[in-house]
């Protein structure tokens, strides 16, 4: 939040980090994913992953990317 003041207090997102930690798979079968959930709105940058799929894929070809969200109306 870009702005201080007496009331600001950082709270984090919530998102417990332990939960979504790797299996400790060290290279699971199988292509190569990349998931991206939130809102799907510019601010949140999705097009930063569409630039990188030529890179992405020329590394792994067989990698595969899906955008999960809701569209604001």
Known sequence: ???AGPDV???GHGVDAS???PAG?????GPSRIVMVGRLSPVKR????????????ARHPEAHVCFAGDAPD
């Open 1 to 3: 939040f870009p702005l």
């Open 19 to 21: 939960f979504f930690t």
């Open 46 to 57: 999705q097009d930063v992953l569409v630039d990188a799929l030529p890179l992405i894929l």
């Open 9 to 11: 207090h950082v709270l």
């Open 25 to 29: 798979v060290a290279h699971p079968a």
